[in-house]
């Protein structure tokens, strides 16, 4: 399975981008997508997910009402519109999907990148202040 990312940039602090994900090659149909982002010298970390039966989302608590996922379930794409950016928003920024064996359905879970299979490249988000 191949994950393609799209839609990094440089912008400035208070501008909106809006990253894309399209999986491609897919051996099954994964249950949750998920961002993640890792900044410099920092861990990677969780941004979003969207679980595919009910659309239910989950957030890192530093995004939420700025940030929003959505999936376009029969194209296998997830997206990840980002509003009032922030310096402390840069990142690369990672789309994943959720490997076959699990079903994610709380935070908790959704969350953890060990229930995810496959990883895209990444795309570089850069906020200036």
């Known amino acids: 399975e ?21 999986a491609s090659g897919l ?3 994964a ?4 961002w993640f982002r890792q900044a410099p010298g920092l861990e990677r970390e969780f941004v979003a997910a969207i679980r595919r039966n009910e659309g239910g989302t989950f957030y890192t608590d530093s995004v ?5 996922i959505s999936r376009e379930t029969a194209q296998d794409t997830v997206h990840l519109q980002m509003r009032d ?12 999907t959720e490997g076959p064996l699990t079903a994610c359905s709380s935070y908790g879970a959704c969350s953890d990148e ?16």
């Open 85 to 96: 950016l922030k310096a402390e928003d840069t990142a690369v920024y990672y789309c994943a």
């Open 114 to 129: 060990r229930v995810y299979a496959d990883w895209g490249q990444g795309t570089q988000v850069t906020v200036a202040a």
């Open 31 to 34: 249950n949750a997508m998920a």
């Open 64 to 68: 939420k009402g700025r940030f929003t």
């Open 27 to 29: 051996r099954f149909r």
């Open 2 to 22: 191949q994950l393609i990312e799209s839609g990094g940039g440089l912008v400035q602090a208070g501008d909106s981008l809006r990253l894309s994900c399209t």
